[in-house]
């Protein structure tokens, strides 16, 4: 421990001694004051380890949506057949999709792909669609000006039997794949009769 | 050949500066823990790639498995202020006693007209199961509760914190469609237009497949 230069006149320091006898021959002990605080740092830190493995650390991350306005009429924007992509979540964490618009009156059935949302589901889906209409409208090149606003337009549209996992899901995905055009829409009975028709989810 | 002598030096340190320390920093991190108020439902959220939120200024509408929707709001001044509104709203009279209890309650999932009750059950029986039924939701305006509580949590963020509440659904993961329809249905009603998913991080989940 510490060393103590309490001796006077001549008294002769014992190493590592407690206390020191003087020459006066007084035969008070002077007993150190000082505590070895070793094992109390032990027990700080083992309690401060403790704790900090015990709390559970939640990381709450958050997914920022916006919808359009409802009262404003919406904007009818354009956009070429071709380049739509409508994706129905079904039932079972199943993803229908098809190219094109779905309408009644149209003689063409669009043809529909079944997925999932695994990594070589619709991601994959969602990249290939977009890289073919970039190319087919001659937008290949990232660098090309108006290249962003030449991909694929996606219309997510969640069934009832859907769950929220899903809607959650397909929002990341356009994350991932960085897709920027995409509207949440509520899934209409045209789109129910054609999956219904196709047989499928049921 | 002369002895080097080489001066003996005790090898012990003094600890107490470390002591100190450790202590400071066992009591800090004690004083700053600050338990998680119990839910009156276990939700099981699903991950995304999206980024983290402050905790604070969040209006959190937790959705059940079953469709309920609870209300909390972390601020307790804030909650005070929503309740004085709601109590305005639903012609509702708190006593002070009630307000500070409600101060602390965590989620309310129970209709205006059994919050009385509910807040007079204590903090150990509020959670139990069963007790919560959810706030009334509904795809229009009139009789919509979740879209009252919605509109005076904004108006007690603003008031009391200057600040813009940020809308938050905490959905579980199996929770059906049209029960979060319904509920984000509930805020365009109410004109909010922006609001959030609250998901867990998304780790190396997807580098395990494949």
Redesign the interface.
Known sequence: MAEMNTGSGGGHKKKGGKFILTEGGSRAKKVSTRVDMTPMVDLGFLLITFFIFTTTMSKPASMEVNKPSTEKPIEKNEVKESRTMTVLLGKDNQIFYFMGINDPDHKKIPQINITDFSEYGMRKALMEKDKEVRAASGYSDPNMTDYAKNGVVVIIKPCDNSVYKNIVDILDEMKVTGIKSFAWAEVAPVDLTLLEKSNLNK | MPKVKVA?K?T?I???A??DV??L??TF??LT?KF?PKDPVVVD?????????K?KEVVLIT?STDGKAFWDIDNPKVRQSTLEQMAERYKIQFTTEEYTQFRNAGAVGVPMSQLKAWLNLGPDKRNAPGVATGIPKDTVLLGNELGDWLLCSKIAYKVEEKKDAII?IK???????????TV?KT??LRKI??????????GKE?AI??
């Open positions: 003996r005790s012990a003094d600890m107490t470390m002591c450790a202590f920093l066992l991190f004690i823990t998680k959220i699903p991950s995304s790639h999206g980024k983290q939120i905790a959705v938050a959905g579980d993961k199996s929770t059906d469609y049209p029960a979060i329809k984000i805020f365009e237009l922006r609001f959030n998913f609250v998901t867990s991080l998304e997807d497949v494949q």
